[in-house]
């Protein structure tokens, strides 16, 4: 059984810097991208976290089945998922509330077979409440998706500013 970490804080909080800090050294890293550039400026923000990675990560770009493209990786694999929060979003386009938190669950479960996982989510708790229902959809589904990889993660930690403050 592998050690899975969450990762958890505001946006530009340095949540996917910290997550490459901790696999940078490893010898084999697989990079799950989750957004997807649907507009100049999330194209320009892609092109921005794919510098900022190490040259060696492998990355696979998947939007809504991330189970299906890392089931069959090695289990010594290193794994970072960023972030969970696009995928939550994705995944309401096309499915329900119950659908995404079984989803979640599954890739747990399967995250936790390799050798390090590390996954990276948005905080949605300390914002404000959407003005609009879809808004307040994706902050409900999120803040419990959220809570499913805490639960299941070995370790979690939340970033203030660029600093990891580890709560478990």
């Known amino acids: 059984?592998?050690?899975?970490?969450?990762?958890?804080?505001?946006?530009?909080?340095?949540?996917?810097?910290?997550?490459?800090?901790?696999?940078?050294?490893?010898?084999?890293?697989f990079f799950v991208t989750t957004a997807q550039a649907r507009d100049k400026e999330m194209a320009e923000s892609i092109k921005k976290h794919r510098q900022a990675r190490p040259k060696k990560f492998i990355t696979i770009e998947e939007s809504v089945d991330i189970v299906s493209k890392i089931k069959n990786l090695g289990k010594s694999s290193n794994i970072i998922v960023d972030c969970i929060n696009f995928w939550v979003a994705n995944m309401l386009n096309c499915n329900g509330e119950e659908k995404i938190l079984s989803d979640a669950k599954r890739l747990c479960q399967i995250l936790k077979k390799f050798h390090l996982s590390v996954v990276v989510s948005n905080e949605v708790g300390l914002s404000l409440v959407s003005v609009n229902p879809l808004g307040r959809k994706f902050q409900k589904v999120l803040g419990k998706v959220n809570q499913i990889f805490a639960s299941c993660a070995d370790e979690f930690y939340f970033m203030f500013s660029g600093i990891p403050l580890r709560i478990k």
């Open 1 to 29: 059984m592998g050690k899975l970490i969450f990762i958890s804080g505001g946006i530009k909080s340095g949540k996917s810097q910290f997550a490459v800090e901790l696999l940078k050294n490893k010898k084999e890293v």
